[in-house]
């Protein structure tokens, strides 16, 4: 049993995805804090039932668990649920930030009442129960939060103002959280999950689009969230922190975080009028869509085949034409255009690894307008292009290494593995003279 002894709090727990993950920590021999104040998936009502049957389920398999029926929407809530798992089983080991409710509307009618409900809820109700029990897993100098986000967050879906604010605001409170707490052994982790439970119920159904995406979702069950959980709160995942993960039914992601994905730099400053006059042949290529998760993730994970490493979801390439027509532009962005031009690359951009051919005074021409930058300004992909190999070492640089995109857009391609005898980094042979 990865998880005997160890002590783990779950809000929300009474059911769906709360439920799974309380019952898989228990079968792997954790004692279970299951704290559910059995309220609506709006928030409202209240009893003791629910997370009480999923204490006696715990108990019939043999485990051990306890019930906690308060709000994590306050302080004083998120210090009872922590005293309730001192008081039973003496310390607190994994913290799983799991309660939540839905309010939805248009951001146009939605009230105060509304929006304070669901950021108190996810955002507050996440940072009570890590702040109480943070200062112990300091002291024990070891613990795991997980904490449940939302691609409703991470990407966007209409009429989800106060959820998506709450479950973004989340990912910033794990962040600091790994970095905080990083020194004392305690890691924190996201989870994005797709599946049915009684809050995706409540989506509208109106249109024959949303009923093909309620009828998609259905099939996506919560139990497929708990082994990613039950991971994270082992003694194997101690390296793994600050991280956002996403399941969706038998997929498993690792989302990107929010970097630069393409930079423009000026010698002399910016105005209005020089942005007008770049930002149509420079950033502008490189907009993020604006679009719903469900637009996004359009695709059905069950036609993934087993033990194959997918790409990102498929998303159309700029065409050589777009390339092509940008280079035409001229602009004087880009160095390689003219050489008169006050734009410098990026003082920030990594730098290209030399040959053993280059001279050590050769000067590096990197276009300040993203081509061949750091960005990979070709691909869509945030990170850059999806891998399902090594990347490429180049000449003159240590193993690992991935060597820069070429110096233009145009007719790029993802890098390939180059390997030689026993998975070694093939060397580049020199022509003989």
Same mark, same amino acid.
């Given at each position: 049993?990865?998880?005997?002894?160890?002590?783990?709090?779950?809000?929300?727990?009474?059911?769906?995805? /709360?439920?799974?993950?309380?019952?898989?920590?228990?079968?792997? /021999?954790?004692?279970?804090?299951?704290?559910? #104040?059995?309220?609506?998936?709006?928030?409202?009502?209240? =009893?003791?039932?629910?997370?009480?049957?999923?204490?006696?389920?715990?108990?019939?398999?043999?485990?051990?668990?306890?019930?906690? #029926?308060?709000?994590?929407?306050?302080?004083?809530?998120?210090?009872?649920?922590?005293?309730? @798992?001192?008081?039973?089983?003496?310390?607190?080991?994994?913290?799983?930030?799991?309660? +939540?409710?839905?309010?939805?509307?248009?951001?146009?009618?939605?009230?105060?009442?509304?929006? &304070?409900?669901?950021?108190?809820?996810?955002? $507050?109700?996440?940072?009570?129960?890590?702040?109480?029990?943070?200062?112990?897993?300091?002291?024990? $100098?070891?613990?795991?939060?997980? %904490?449940?986000?939302?691609?409703?967050?991470?990407?966007? %879906?209409?009429?989800? @103002?106060? #959820?998506?604010?709450?479950?973004?605001?989340?990912?910033?409170?794990?962040?600091?959280?790994?970095?905080?707490?990083?020194?004392?052994?305690?890691?924190?982790?996201?989870?994005?999950?797709?599946? !049915?439970?009684?809050?995706?119920?409540?989506?509208?159904?109106?249109?024959?689009?949303?009923?093909?995406?309620?009828?998609?979702?259905? $099939?996506?069950?919560?139990?497929?969230?708990?082994?990613?959980?039950?991971?994270?709160?082992?003694?194997?995942?101690? &390296?793994?922190?600050?991280?956002?993960?996403?399941?969706?039914? $038998?997929?498993?992601?690792?989302?990107?975080?929010?970097?630069?994905?393409?930079?423009?730099?000026?010698?002399?400053?910016?105005?209005?009028?020089?942005?007008?006059?770049?930002?149509?042949?420079?950033?502008?290529?490189?907009?993020?869509?604006?679009?719903?998760?469900?637009? #996004?993730?359009?695709?059905?994970?069950?036609?993934?085949?087993?033990?194959?490493?997918?790409?990102?979801?498929?998303?159309?390439?700029?065409?050589?034409? &777009?390339?092509?027509?940008?280079?035409?532009?001229?602009?004087?962005?880009?160095?390689?255009?003219?050489?008169?031009?006050? !734009?410098?690359?990026?003082?920030?951009?990594?730098?290209?690894?030399?040959?053993?051919?280059?001279?050590?005074?050769?000067?590096?021409?990197?276009?300040?307008?993203?081509?061949?930058?750091?960005?990979?300004?070709?691909?869509? !992909?945030?990170?850059?292009?999806?891998?399902?190999? @090594?990347?490429?070492?180049?000449?003159?640089?240590?193993? =690992?290494?991935?060597?820069?995109?070429?110096?233009?857009?145009?007719?790029?391609?993802?890098?390939?593995?180059?390997? +030689?005898?026993?998975?070694?980094?093939?060397?580049?042979?020199?022509?003989?003279?």
């Amino acid at each position: 049993m990865l998880l005997k002894g160890k002590v783990a709090v779950v809000t929300g727990a009474a059911r769906g995805i /709360g439920r799974e993950i309380a019952l898989l920590l228990a079968r792997h /021999g954790a004692l279970v804090v299951v704290n559910d #104040y059995g309220g609506t998936e709006a928030g409202s009502g209240g =009893g003791r039932a629910p997370a009480e049957e999923v204490v006696s389920e715990i108990k019939r398999s043999g485990g051990q668990a306890v019930a906690n #029926y308060d709000s994590v929407a306050s302080m004083a809530g998120g210090q009872a649920i922590v005293k309730t @798992a001192l008081d039973a089983f003496g310390r607190v080991d994994v913290v799983v930030n799991n309660a +939540g409710i839905l309010r939805d509307r248009m951001i146009f009618n939605m009230t105060e009442e509304e929006w &304070d409900a669901v950021i108190d809820t996810h955002l $507050k109700g996440s940072f009570a129960v890590t702040r109480a029990a943070a200062p112990l897993m300091r002291e024990q $100098k070891s613990g795991r939060f997980i %904490n449940m986000t939302s691609t409703s967050g991470l990407i966007g %879906n209409v009429g989800q @103002a106060n #959820y998506a604010a709450a479950k973004l605001g989340i990912v910033g409170l794990t962040k600091v959280t790994a970095l905080d707490m990083a020194r004392y052994n305690v890691t924190a982790n996201c989870i994005s999950p797709f599946a !049915w439970t009684r809050l995706i119920g409540t989506i509208p159904t109106e249109t024959e689009a949303q009923k093909a995406r309620v009828e998609k979702i259905k $099939k996506l069950s919560p139990a497929h969230i708990a082994p990613v959980a039950a991971f994270l709160a082992t003694d194997q995942a101690k &390296d793994i922190t600050g991280q956002i993960f996403g399941v969706r039914g $038998k997929e498993i992601m690792l989302f990107g975080h929010h970097r630069p994905i393409m930079r423009i730099h000026n010698d002399e400053g910016w105005t209005v009028e020089t942005l007008a006059e770049i930002f149509p042949g420079t950033l502008q290529h490189h907009l993020v869509p604006n679009e719903t998760s469900g637009q #996004y993730f359009n695709y059905d994970p069950r036609l993934a085949r087993r033990g194959r490493t997918l790409r990102s979801p498929p998303k159309p390439l700029p065409t050589e034409q &777009d390339c092509a027509g940008e280079a035409r532009a001229r602009t004087p962005s880009c160095l390689s255009c003219s050489s008169s031009s006050p !734009w410098r690359p990026d003082p920030l951009a990594a730098p290209r690894p030399r040959s053993s051919s280059q001279s050590a005074t050769s000067p590096r021409r990197r276009p300040s307008c993203g081509h061949g930058s750091a960005s990979r300004a070709r691909w869509p !992909w945030p990170s850059g292009p999806p891998r399902t190999t @090594a990347p490429r070492v180049s000449s003159g640089s240590r193993a =690992g290494e991935t060597s820069p995109p070429s110096a233009s857009c145009r007719g790029s391609s993802p890098p390939r593995a180059t390997r +030689g005898r026993r998975g070694r980094p093939a060397r580049r042979r020199r022509a003989s003279s």
